[in-house]
């Protein structure tokens, strides 16, 4: 299996991890759970879009917030989730890095557009990274 194809399978996997947990009532333990889930599904959509980038474009990137501008310079995300991704690189920092009941509450408010975003960004990247048929 090749490094995209991998990188592409980790990140639908991950996100499978933090999509089950939509359904489930609230709890505080929901909350760190899912937020936990999002900072490792974030890196792997992130790390598989630098591969995309890398592989299809001859992009060679090495941080989050570039890789999503030039996703959004080469057609892999709109203008709106470009900026929304952003903000999602900006709330997956701040989670690794401090706990606040606040800003835990905030991120957990914003991860059902997140689990929306992560999913169709990680659709146009399973297309462009798709070989081509001839």
Same mark, same amino acid.
């Given at each position: ?50 591969? =995309? ?14 890789? =999503? ?19 999602? =690189? ?25 689990? =929306? ?18």
């Amino acid at each position: 299996m090749d490094r995209l194809t991998r990188r592409l399978e980790v990140a639908d996997r991950a996100l499978a991890t933090l999509e089950e947990l939509a359904a489930e009532p609230f709890s505080p333990l929901l909350r760190d759970a899912s937020i936990q889930r999002f900072e490792y599904t974030f890196e792997a959509v992130w790390k598989a879009a630098q591969a =995309v980038l890398q592989q299809h474009f001859g992009v060679e990137l090495a941080s989050p917030k570039p890789v =999503v501008r030039a996703c959004f310079e080469n057609g892999l995300l709109t203008e709106e989730e470009a900026r929304q991704a952003l903000a999602m =690189v900006d709330h997956r920092n701040l989670t690794a890095h401090t706990y606040d009941e606040a800003l835990a509450e905030a991120i957990f408010a914003a991860l059902p557009g997140y689990r =929306v975003l992560l999913r169709r960004w990680l659709q146009r990247l399973a297309q462009a990274g798709a070989p081509s048929r001839s």
